[in-house]
């Protein structure tokens, strides 16, 4: 019997973490090796992950929901991870039934489960691509038949940005999708910080350099400078638990978040 389960695309390296299937762990998940839990073991000493990991969650859902309230019904996820509770098209569709979802992940044990968990859903669906690659995203057929860039859409760079190195320039990458969109589409952005607990991130750096996808978080003017172009929505760029919190006391986690996040509109 081979010990490589049936859930394993062929070709995937699962010696070497990955950023996707440690995040699955944080969150309870069951799609990951030895390799990603070691990982997440360490992590979890030098900065609250588990933590970090859930609020980040809680605000896409809460993200999502905002956008279908503002009429967005069209979602291209980027970097969207192992599906888990709380997936974009449930909570987009649960309140729109005709929305549409796209799934962007370059990680192929993020897509092969998304494809098997959308093979029912004609609005919905999951492309392997990286995100730095936004023309071969664009131009795919699966992409097309999803979304219109015509139309308003939200885009969404939720715990991702992190992974892409200055030399790759988020900058230049975010201005180049924010060209892409037509006037009143959203982006819902969070990403990894120093601010709060330098000392906490540096230890992350270190535990994910032996990864698939190393860090680098940023300082909040770096990350604001991505949503030039953009205008922030109330309350701004905060630490994930401060963006619209069901409930008062939920904002009570930020110091635990080290993610910042913002809904921005991208206007005419
Ligand atoms: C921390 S998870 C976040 C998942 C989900 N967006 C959420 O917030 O719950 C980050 C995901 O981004 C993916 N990722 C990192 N760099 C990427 C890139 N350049 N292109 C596409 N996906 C990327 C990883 O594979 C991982 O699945």
Known sequence: MGETASWVPEGVNTEL????????YLLGGGHNFPGDRALADKLVKVVPARDMARLN??????????????????FLDLGSGIPTVG?????????????????????????????????????????????????????SPRTRELIDFDRPLGLLMVGVVQFIPDDDDPWALVARYRELLAPGSHLAL????????????????????????PIFPRTRGEILRMLTGFDLVEPGLVYTPQWRPEREEDAADAARSNLYAGVAVASG
């Open 87 to 139: 997936n974009v098209h449930e909570i987009a569709q649960d309140a729109n039934p005709d929305a549409r979802v796209l799934y962007v992940d370059y990680e192929p044990v993020a897509i092969a489960h998304s494809e098997l968990l959308l093979e029912s859903n004609p609005r919905a669906s999951a492309l392997q691509a990286d995100m730095r690659d936004p023309e071969r995203i664009v131009a």
């Open 57 to 74: 969650r809680a605000f896409l859902r809460r993200a999502v929901l905002y956008l279908v309230e503002q009429g967005i019904d069209q």
């Open 190 to 213: 969070s990403a990894f910080t120093w601010d709060n607990a330098p000392a906490g991130m540096a230890g992350a750096v270190e535990v994910f350099r032996n990864s698939q996808d």
């Open 17 to 24: 973490p990955s950023a996707a299937r440690v995040y699955d």
